[in-house]
C-alpha cells in the first residue's frame, strides 16, 4: 500500500526492522531534548505527516523495550491517526515508572502501525441472539 508521506523531521523516514515487521518506529524531532518526571505527560512532535488511503488507520502503540525496561508508554494507546488528519504525528507519552526519563533528538519513542478497517452500520434490533458467553465480561472465565 503507498501512504503519501512529508517528512520534516531531520530523520529518515521510519523504516520496517525486518520483513515480517508490523510497525514501524517513530522518533522524536526535537530542538532540545525533554525531561518526563515520574508520572508526567507530554506531546512529542515526530516531524511526519501522512495522508492515508481511505479505510485505512495508523495505530500509535507503545515500543515494548521502552515500556518494560524505562517504564514509558503511549497514554492513549492505541493513538488513532485518521485516514482524514492531515496535521503532525505526534506522540503523547507518559512516564509510569519512579525515575524522569529524558527523551532526545532522534530517539525512538513509539511504533505505528497501518491498518485497515471499517465502519459499521447500525441496525436497530430488540434482541441480540444469544450466546454461551451472554453477557460475562471482565474475568467470568476465572483463572485457569
Known sequence: ???KIINRSHHALPEYATAQSAGVDLRANLES???LS??????VP??????LPAGVEAQVRP???LALKKGITVLNS?????ADYRG???????NLS???FVINDGERIAQMVIARHEQAEWETVDVLDETERGAGGFGHSGVK
Do not use: A, Y
Not at 38 to 43: F, K, N, Q
Open 46 to 51: 515526530t516531524g511526519l505527516f501522512i495522508s
Open 78 to 82: 492505541p493513538g488513532t491517526i485518521d
Open 98 to 100: 519512579h525515575d524522569s
Open 1 to 3: 500500500m503507498k501512504v
Open 88 to 94: 503532525e504525528i505526534c506522540v503523547i507519552l507518559v
Open 63 to 65: 515500543r515494548s523495550g
Open 33 to 35: 531534548p525533554i525531561t
Open 38 to 43: 515520574p508520572l508526567e505527560r507530554c506531546l
